[in-house]
């Protein structure tokens, strides 16, 4: 209980503070997180929709598949990651390995299942009418697909909020493809994981508090917008 | 306008709609009447072109971005009553402004001027009703199929809908109602 304590208390010590370190890997942590999930959901909102309204065959073995893919495991995604990124990788040439760019990849790759198969779900079970009076309207299919996502507004913010949680609290990828180097790929949690592994427990469990935080921010945020679009 | 002959839908191995011959000519009003589940929005459906799944013949000399179909329930989309009805006509590439006038324009028609900036959730039936009608009117369609339309309307409200439906010139109607219809407002019925 001490433990937890002192943690609250170096958390608050360290948010006051502004210590360049955690406010260089809480940055990190933000940026890569959401140019991640937002690269995802440019190709996975489509996608998921696509699923949702269209009737071809494997149709279904592809959301089992986008489903089955949400819970990909991270250190497994590094070090696919790893493989692709490194010198004698395909994507080698792009000097990847060790950068925050190759978090971000990493990181799209776990964000894409789940904004696919969460945004999937939330089309598909839009009233039927929502589709047959926007196409009765003469909505093309992009202004359709735009009216799509609307009507699914909340489950669709769900999806975002829900791939966002996962990176930003994802380890494997990060420790593995970015390789926690001070000032340039550590994240809230690789620094999370350094700390508590050299015996720094309450300092651990600060930054952990602050990628809650940094948690609780964003779903007040998605809780808030989907609340005011609905008004 | 649109030909109809030996039109049957099945569902599940049963017939759910089925028309022998019907023909309804460029203008025109008909009233489709019949019993609860005679096929009355089936046929609807069928002309809206929302179902392929029949056999038989149904021509419909439109284009379907010149038809439109009101639901028996129809969905209104989130947000105001004035962004649902300009919704038609921005599809169809109206600026906004152009498009807003058009949308006053019926929404005075119907009487409902003044729901234009309320959300859509916040609306009764009948309220619905108007809204889901001044949207189909609002972009002038050539044929309007519209399903049970007046439902949920006081006397003054089914008046009001009644006399605009009666002074559209140039659109095919087609009106499906379990009942019979107010005097004048269709030429023919065809009984399912």
Same mark, same amino acid.
């Given at each position: 209980m001490q433990l937890l304590w002192d943690g609250l208390t170096d958390a608050m010590r360290l948010l006051l503070s502004g210590e360049p370190l955690v406010v260089s890997a809480a940055w990190r942590s933000l940026w890569i997180t959401s140019l991640a999930v937002a690269l995802a959901a440019v190709v996975g909102l489509p996608v998921g929709a696509w699923l949702a309204r269209t009737? %071809?065959?494997?149709? &279904? @073995? @592809? !959301?089992? %598949? $986008? &489903?089955?893919? %949400?819970?990909?495991?991270? !250190? $497994? !995604?590094? %070090? !696919?990651c790893y493989a692709m990124f490194s010198r004698r990788g395909p994507l080698g040439p792009f000097e990847l390995l060790y950068t925050p760019w190759g978090i971000v990849l990493g990181e799209l790759l776990l964000a894409f299942p789940i904004i696919v198969g969460l945004s999937h779900g939330a089309i598909k079970s839009l009233d039927p009418r929502v589709a047959e009076t926007a196409w009765t309207l003469g909505a093309g299919p992009i202004r359709r697909w735009k009216t799509y996502i609307s009507e699914a507004r909340v489950g669709v913010l769900l999806a975002l909020l829900t791939a966002f949680a996962r990176c930003v609290t994802e380890l494997g990828i990060a420790m593995i493809v970015g390789g926690n180097i001070k000032h340039r790929t550590r994240t809230l949690a690789t620094a999370t994981a350094f700390e508590t592994s050299r015996g720094e427990f309450a300092r651990g469990i600060a930054l952990g508090i602050l990628l809650l935080l940094i948690a609780l921010i964003v779903a007040g945020l998605i809780g808030w917008l989907s609340h005011e679009e609905k008004r | 306008m649109i030909t109809i002959s030996q039109l049957d839908v099945h569902r599940e191995g049963n017939s759910i709609c089925s028309v022998e011959s019907l023909s309804i000519p460029s203008a025109g009003r008909i009233g489709v009447l019949g019993a609860n589940g005679s096929g009355k929005t089936t046929l609807l459906r069928v002309m809206a072109g929302l179902t392929d799944e029949f056999s038989g013949r149904c021509q419909v000399e439109t284009d379907h971005l010149q038809r439109t179909f009101v639901h028996q329930h129809p969905f209104l989309f989130r947000g105001t009553v004035l962004s649902n009805i300009c919704y038609g006509l921005r599809c169809r590439h109206r600026n906004k402004r152009a498009a807003t006038d058009q949308a006053m324009h019926w929404l005075k028609r119907l009487d409902i001027e003044h729901l234009a900036n309320r959300t859509t959730y916040k609306l009764s039936g009948g309220e619905i009703r108007r809204v889901a009608l001044a949207r189909a009117l609002a972009f002038e369609p050539q044929l309007l199929l519209l399903d049970e339309p007046l439902a949920e309307l006081d006397p003054q409200a089914t008046e009001t809908v009644c006399a605009i439906l009666c002074e559209l010139k140039n659109t095919t109607l087609v009106i499906a109602s379990p009942t019979p219809l107010p005097e004048g407002l269709v030429q023919n019925d065809y009984r399912l």
């Open positions: 009737s %071809m065959p494997g149709n &279904r @073995l @592809l !959301v089992l %598949m $986008f &489903r089955a893919g %949400m819970a990909l495991p991270t !250190v $497994f !995604v590094g %070090m !696919v | -």
